[in-house]
């Protein structure tokens, strides 16, 4: 496909339409699920530091109640990266296609103004995935949340055990 001066296919036309759609979607996702995906997160790294913190300063623990554990920290660690990875992933995505977006010539070609304003709208506006509106869900966070969680365990397993 090849793009000159004024010529714009119809193509090009139904990839901003699909675009603003994705955007919206989007931006209606961060509206109604970031308190919740807040909540799981912050709930789902208390089990896992209260189930951590059990299996490995608790030393006398039976083989089952170690085994529900270990469950139980699965669970958690899954459920969390399974919120964590898939807003991060959408959020990375989401940015490549802005990019990609922001490089094609719409300027002469879109003629309906709404339209031309409707996409500057979409391409000026920060649509991303985060918690409660807080912290925007990206890689860094899936990795300060593990070591957060390691250092607190470390830091009170350590003053557990002076006292």
Known sequence: MRINGN?????????????????????????????PAFL??????????????KMAFHPDVTETYFLSLI????????AQFMIMLS?????????NVKCVVQCLPYRNAIQDPKRKFKLKKYLNQNNSLALWKVYVMDWSLIVTSIGTLLTY???????????
């Open 7 to 35: 010529s714009f296919p119809e193509d090009m036309e139904d990839l901003f339409v699909v675009f603003g759609a994705v955007m919206r979607c989007m931006r209606s996702m961060n509206l109604h699920l970031s308190l």
């Open 40 to 53: 799981a997160v912050l709930f789902t790294m208390t089990g896992l530091f209260s189930s951590g913190y």
């Open 71 to 78: 469950c139980s920290v699965i669970f958690y660690l899954s």
């Open 153 to 163: 365990g470390i830091l009170i397993g350590t003053l557990g055990k002076d006292m």
């Open 87 to 95: 807003a991060s992933i959408t959020n990375e995505l989401a940015n």
